[in-house]
């Protein structure tokens, strides 16, 4: 996603770069103003939801022809009869884990899950300044970070299905950057990752109460302007290591790889089937076509 109002999609070729790549595998067009948030339908192939500063929120299948593509599938939301417009734009997006629901933050703080298919707003909830959102997979809930009411750091967690009264909620600390939660499934990781600081912080996730148990916490003296992730199919695994974050530190202008490592005995000899169950692939789970229908199937 860019400043020219287009989300543009890039073939990487398998032995990474030997060149500047110049011409994009598809360029779609749809919004008027930057584009700001692009994600991945977690199940259908080929499906891309975008969102942009005209405050349309679209959904797109990129394996139509053409090189230009002009018409999203679906426009999930598009408040022209907002009374703020400018409350609508997103800071963040989430699916769920078959993608039947979106949860969303907005400028106006407030957390919102969203039928994709029918552009329906199905809850909303308003008394948690929300900055990011994000489905917990397996565990029904949803995480918010944002800000208490005394502009502490927060974190909440939520039942998915009833936005009425949050599961647990904690203030973290008075720091003013945004918080990034990153949510591991397959071992119930939970990572907050503070912008602007040199801190993640790490949790245990279950079902049961309290829900949330604090493990540890990284720092360091480099603060992060934004982190990436390792797919889970990349780590080291005879190396222990459950969790890559790449880290942007503008402050030194690189990206440095972060490895999250389990310690254990013997690590090169024998592989440790407790940290690994089996993980989600990279085959889609349907077509565009199948989920638009309204056929839902997780990975």
């Not at 967690?157 to 647990?168: G, I, N, R, T």
């Not at 939970?190 to 916490?217: C, M, Q, V």
């Not at 310690?263 to 638009?292: C, H, I, M, S």
Request: net charge positive.
């Amino acid at each position: 996603c860019s400043e020219d109002c287009t989300v543009k999609i890039w073939d990487i070729p398998a032995f990474g770069l030997q060149q500047n790549l110049t011409k994009a595998r598809k360029t779609l067009v749809g919004h008027s103003r930057r584009v700001a948030i692009i994600e991945w339908h977690p199940t259908a192939q080929n499906l891309l939801l975008s969102s942009a500063y005209d405050y349309k929120v679209l959904l797109w299948d990129i394996s139509q022809a053409g090189a230009v593509i002009l018409h999203p599938v679906r426009v999930i939301l598009m408040p022209v009869h907002h009374r703020y417009p400018s409350e609508a734009l997103l800071l963040s997006v989430s699916f769920n884990s078959d993608g039947s629901r979106l949860a969303v933050t907005s400028k106006d703080r407030r957390v919102r899950v969203v039928d994709p298919r029918l552009g329906k707003i199905l809850q909303v909830y308003k008394f948690h300044r929300a900055n990011k959102v994000l489905y917990i997979d397996g565990l029904k809930m949803l995480l918010s970070t944002g800000s208490s009411s005394w502009k502490h750091r927060q974190m909440v967690l939520w039942d998915a299905e009833d936005l009425s009264e949050p599961l647990y909620e904690e203030d973290l600390d008075g720091s003013a950057g945004v918080l990034f939660p990153f949510y591991d499934p397959d071992t119930h990781m939970l990572y907050l990752a503070g912008k602007g600081d040199g801190n993640i912080r790490f949790y245990e996730l279950s079902a049961e109460k309290p829900f949330i148990s604090f493990l540890n916490e990284y720092r360091s003296v480099l603060p992060q302007k934004g982190l990436g992730v390792m797919p889970k199919r990349g780590l080291d695994v005879m190396g222990c290591e459950v969790f890559r974050f790449y880290r942007l530190i503008a402050v030194k202008d690189m990206v440095e790889p972060l490895s999250m490592i389990v310690p254990r005995k013997k690590v090169d000899l024998v592989f440790q089937e407790d940290l690994y169950p089996l993980t989600a692939g990279n085959q889609a789970a349907v077509t565009a076509r199948e989920w638009l229908l309204g056929i839902n199937r997780g990975l």
